[in-house]
């Protein structure tokens, strides 16, 4: 199994979680993140002064998934993702050494 993360736009994040929908992807968390890599933040103007945001808001995606959806599950985010532009996001790919459902106790690929 693996653990997919991607960091994406906010904007972007129905268009994402709606494809991944369409590939079978069953279930995910997501969380409202900040940060910054190469954009390094930017500057905006409010009421006449000038101010640096040097965090930017994020949605961070996390799906496990088995081995074989997982160059699908990527190929998706990336497509869907997507604008060309700096910032657009970052994915990780994690190995999942199991999986327990706690519920029903059920472990490997029948928990996810």
Do not use: C
């Not at 996390?62 to 497509?79: K, W």
């Not at 997507?82 to 910032?87: L, M, S, Y």
Request: charged residues 30%; aromatic residues 6%.
């Amino acid at each position: 199994m693996k653990k997919i993360e991607a960091i994406v736009r906010p904007f972007r994040i129905d268009d994402v979680r709606e494809a991944l929908a369409e590939i079978g992807v069953k279930g995910m968390t997501l969380t409202e993140v900040k940060g910054y890599g190469r954009q390094k933040g930017h500057t905006e103007l409010y009421r006449g002064s000038e101010y640096q945001i040097d965090f930017l808001p994020k949605i961070k995606l996390e799906v496990v998934v088995p081995d074989h959806l997982e160059e699908q599950v990527v190929d998706t985010i990336l497509r869907t993702a997507k604008t060309g532009q700096v910032g657009d996001g970052k994915i990780f790919i994690i190995n999942v050494e199991d999986a327990v459902r706690v519920r029903t106790g059920e472990s490997g690929e029948a928990a996810l």
